[in-house]
């Protein structure tokens, strides 16, 4: 007690409140309980049964208040289980005043720094804990060290069954599923991964199968542990909706095959229809009056007859071009060139405008559905760029570059602003939207570019794989 006294003396001397001075440790955890107290010094040799570090030890179950061991015994063994209650000093007897205030105020320097620390891991589990994806932190052997509440939510695990237990002993994942996380994993260490994310499939402890997606970040001395951090999102809907797109997209497509398949029986009637019917009642009609004796009749009559034996020939040579711009391939063995030459030939070899065809390459064979298509897309390119473009010249050329076709149609026409035109708002132009649809159906794409004045150029691609007959 008279050592305590000088003590305090001392504390007070050097400015400190020095309150209360007990003699046992139950008193000490007591006095702890009942007032705040900033600071602790603790002699290890108490009166009673519990010495000062076990005090200590009653005292750090309800307080984060700093310790600072007082005592004239520095043996081995006091040392070890003093070291143990993780004490924020320790000074032997005799005392002086400097050690004294050093070690106070590192203490309490201590323990301001500590209980920030505190306060900022406490935020941090409290983000940890409320984000509405798992994280969970996996050290090098596959044991789970840590994971948020949100696992109970998705696995139907809570953190307790899960910590401390190797990933690969839970009956998460399937043979194959586990296998591309352990890659996933070595490849991460190796260097060698290419991504972050993995997609897998999951079996939760009710039996039922989620399809997650893990954000993997490989860190090294987390809580003094390499290993592997991941953020999992449940995908699951995400991924249902995609599939449902898919499907709708596909059933959109056969829908849209089977348009055009009637279109293309529609043309061939109208082609039929047009030819059997119609030039063949004009082809008749010119025979007669190209047979009739003109010496018998007067000069007006044969003027007449002329004029009307031009104006049946110009219907007959415009139902054959309009032929040609509507019946389908009759030929399905006809090659794709031989196909674009028939229709510059029959279309466009009488009219005002010159159509060249460039063609640098063997073009493989190919579907006879994606061959109808690439042949309206160019029937429609050059019906736009004659009837709008007003154009003089207009190139077809025909490339292969890394198994893509290419084909694009060049005129030297009046152009346009693509963005009005390509709206889709805009259903004057259709005719465009439709070439760009029939690219997409057999899996190419389209692209228009054009401005006022600077001609036009549409430009289409085709990946060969997904339009080669097989």
């Given at each position: 007690?008279?050592?305590?006294?000088?003590?305090?003396?001392?504390?007070?001397?050097?400015?400190?409140?020095?309150?209360?001075?007990?003699?046992?440790?139950?008193?000490a955890v007591a006095a702890v309980k009942t007032r705040k107290f900033d600071l602790v010094l603790m002699?290890?040799?108490?009166?009673?049964?519990?010495?000062?570090?076990?005090?200590?030890?009653?005292?750090?179950?309800?307080?984060?208040?700093?310790?600072?061991?007082?005592?004239?015994?520095?043996?081995q063994k006091t040392l070890r289980r003093a070291k143990l209650t993780e004490p924020f000093g320790y000074?032997?007897?005799?005392?002086?005043?400097?050690?004294?205030?050093?070690?106070?105020?590192?203490?309490?320097?201590?323990?301001?720094?500590?209980?920030?620390?505190?306060?900022?891991?406490?935020?941090?589990?409290?983000?940890?804990?409320?984000?509405?994806?798992?994280?969970?932190?996996?050290?090098?052997?596959?044991?789970?060290?840590?994971?948020?509440?949100?696992?109970?939510?998705?696995?139907?695990?809570?953190?307790?069954?899960?910590?401390?237990?190797?990933?690969?002993?839970?009956?998460?994942?399937?043979?194959?599923?586990?296998?591309?996380?352990?890659?996933?994993?070595?490849?991460?260490?190796?260097?060698?991964?290419?991504?972050?994310?993995?997609?897998?499939?999951?079996?939760?402890?009710?039996?039922?199968?989620?399809?997650?997606?893990?954000?993997?970040?490989?860190?090294?001395?987390?809580?003094?542990?390499?290993?592997?951090?991941?953020?999992?999102?449940?995908?699951?809907?995400?991924?249902?909706?995609?599939?449902?797109?898919?499907?709708?997209?596909?059933?959109?497509?056969?829908?849209?095959?089977?348009?055009?398949?009637?279109?293309?029986?529609?043309?061939?009637?109208?082609?039929?229809?047009?030819?059997?019917?119609?030039?063949?009642?004009?082809?008749?009609?010119?025979?007669?009056?190209?047979?009739?004796?003109?010496?018998?009749?007067?000069?007006?009559?044969?003027?007449?007859?002329?004029?009307?034996?031009?104006?049946?020939?110009?219907?007959?040579?415009?139902?054959?071009?309009?032929?040609?711009?509507?019946?389908?391939?009759?030929?399905?063995?006809?090659?794709?060139?031989?196909?674009?030459?028939?229709?510059?030939?029959?279309?466009?070899?009488?009219?005002?405008?010159?159509?060249?065809?460039?063609?640098?390459?063997?073009?493989?064979?190919?579907?006879?559905?994606?061959?109808?298509?690439?042949?309206?897309?160019?029937?429609?390119?050059?019906?736009?760029?004659?009837?709008?473009?007003?154009?003089?010249?207009?190139?077809?050329?025909?490339?292969?570059?890394?198994?893509?076709?290419?084909?694009?149609?060049?005129?030297?026409?009046?152009?346009?602003?693509?963005?009005?035109?390509?709206?889709?708002?805009?259903?004057?132009?259709?005719?465009?939207?439709?070439?760009?649809?029939?690219?997409?159906?057999?899996?190419?794409?389209?692209?228009?570019?054009?401005?006022?004045?600077?001609?036009?150029?549409?430009?289409?691609?085709?990946?060969?794989?997904?339009?080669?007959?097989?």
């Open positions: 007690m008279i050592v305590a006294k000088d003590i305090q003396q001392r504390l007070m001397a050097l400015g400190y409140a020095a309150g209360k001075i007990v003699q046992t440790g139950q008193t002699d290890i040799r108490l009166q009673g049964s519990m010495d000062g570090i076990e005090a200590t030890r009653a005292i750090q179950k309800f307080s984060s208040i700093p310790i600072v061991y007082l005592t004239a015994y520095a043996d000074i032997l007897k005799p005392i002086d005043d400097a050690a004294l205030h050093t070690t106070i105020e590192i203490a309490l320097y201590k323990a301001t720094m500590y209980e920030q620390l505190r306060q900022s891991e406490r935020r941090f589990r409290e983000i940890f804990e409320s984000v509405n994806d798992i994280i969970v932190f996996i050290d090098m052997n596959g044991v789970i060290r840590d994971v948020n509440r949100k696992v109970k939510d998705l696995f139907g695990y809570s953190p307790q069954e899960i910590l401390g237990k190797q990933f690969t002993k839970l009956p998460l994942f399937h043979g194959k599923q586990l296998l591309q996380v352990v890659k996933h994993f070595n490849n991460m260490i190796a260097g060698t991964s290419k991504a972050d994310l993995i997609e897998l499939e999951v079996c939760t402890k009710q039996g039922k199968t989620v399809i997650i997606e893990a954000n993997t970040t490989y860190i090294r001395n987390h809580d003094g542990r390499d290993g592997f951090l991941n953020i999992i999102r449940d995908i699951t809907e995400k991924k249902m909706v995609d599939r449902e797109l898919v499907q709708e997209q596909k059933r959109s497509r056969e829908l849209t095959k089977k348009i055009i398949s009637s279109q293309e029986e529609e043309r061939l009637f109208l082609a039929s229809e047009i030819h059997d019917e119609l030039l063949q009642g004009l082809v008749a009609i010119l025979y007669f009056l190209q047979k009739l004796e003109l010496s018998k009749l007067d000069e007006p009559t044969r003027a007449r007859n002329k004029q009307l034996v031009e104006m049946i020939k110009s219907s007959i040579q415009h139902g054959r071009a309009l032929i040609s711009d509507i019946e389908p391939l009759r030929n399905s063995h006809i090659g794709l060139i031989p196909a674009i030459k028939n229709v510059i030939s029959q279309r466009y070899s009488l009219l005002g405008t010159k159509v060249e065809l460039k063609c640098s390459c063997a073009v493989p064979e190919l579907e006879q559905f994606a061959k109808v298509n690439i042949i309206r897309i160019i029937q429609e390119a050059l019906l736009n760029a004659q009837k709008h473009a007003e154009s003089d010249a207009i190139i077809v050329k025909i490339h292969i570059q890394k198994n893509v076709l290419n084909v694009d149609v060049v005129d030297d026409g009046i152009g346009f602003h693509t963005a009005v035109y390509l709206s889709l708002r805009n259903t004057e132009h259709h005719g465009l939207l439709t070439m760009q649809e029939r690219a997409k159906l057999i899996g190419g794409t389209l692209t228009i570019k054009s401005k006022p004045n600077e001609g036009t150029i549409v430009k289409a691609t085709f990946p060969l794989e997904s339009i080669k007959k097989t």
